[in-house]
T-cell receptor
Framework: AQRVTQPEKLLSVFKGAPVELKCNYSYSGSPELFWYVQYSRQRLQLLLRHISRESIKGFTADLNKGETSFHLKKPFAQEEDSAMYYCALGAMNRDDKIIFGKGTRLHILP | DSGVTQTPKHLITATGQRVTLRCSPRSGDLSVYWYQQSLDQGLQFLIQYYNGEERAKGNILERFSAQQFPDLHSELNLSSLELGDSALYFC?????????????FGPGTRLTVT
């Protein structure tokens, strides 16, 4: 079965400090991992996906199959990064659905 | 703007009532997904439709039902409403059916049950 775990409900980080939002997954097949972000009063939007291996708004995430993790990182937090972040697990198997973690609220302190 | 629209934006109703939430997917997207977002449960997948047919079911209560019409818009029906049904309901769409595809989310409908 697919499962996504985001262990932190809330993460408070000072502006300029490094950020790491944790995500662990469980899936027997070949996973597709995503990070979605929801800024205050806005809709969820895709931040990045592991297959693109790109950096968006300074964020990166590396898929670690050995540790079954897809942690989201940014070296220097900015106030505009305050938002709700959801890790999501999908699969290219057409019978599997995309599963979202419960989310981590990132609060950047001035 | 993702191209996914949802109506209404807000809905306030009483316990025991029935409501219908509407979603129009992005042009060309065949899959529609419904999610419930609450403070304690996070984002919960409810149900997925693909080209008019139910594709996958999540944590959807029996009091809830959905359908996707020939023009691909979808409706989520919530009946015998309880206080605990108060939440933000999101619709998302994607071009295909596989779980590895990016989903585009609508702005959500905020349901308040009093």
């Amino acid at each position: 079965a697919q499962r996504v775990t985001q262990p932190e409900k809330l993460l408070s980080v000072f502006k300029g400090a490094p950020v790491e939002l944790k995500c662990n997954y469980s899936y027997s097949g070949s996973p597709e991992l995503f990070w979605y972000v929801q800024y205050s009063r806005q809709r969820l939007q895709l931040l990045l996906r592991h297959i693109s291996r790109e950096s968006i708004k300074g964020f990166t995430a590396d898929l670690n199959k050995g540790e079954t993790s897809f942690h989201l990182k940014k070296p220097f937090a900015q106030e505009e990064d305050s938002a709700m972040y959801y890790c999501a697990l999908g699969a290219m198997n057409r019978d599997d659905k995309i599963i979202f973690g419960k989310g981590t609220r990132l609060h950047i302190l001035p | 703007d993702s191209g996914v629209t949802q109506t209404p934006k807000h809905l306030i109703t009483a316990t025991g009532q029935r409501v219908t939430l509407r979603c129009s997917p992005r042009s060309g997207d065949l899959s529609v997904y419904w999610y419930q977002q609450s403070l304690d449960q996070g984002l919960q997948f409810l149900i997925q439709y693909y080209n008019g047919e139910e594709r996958a079911k999540g944590n959807i209560l029996e009091r809830f039902s959905a359908q996707q019409f020939p023009d691909l818009h979808s409706e989520l029906n919530l009946s015998s409403l309880e206080l605990g049904d108060s939440a933000l309901y999101f619709c998302a769409s994607s071009p295909g059916v596989a779980g590895g595809i990016e989903q585009y989310f609508g702005p959500g409908t905020r349901l308040t049950v009093t």
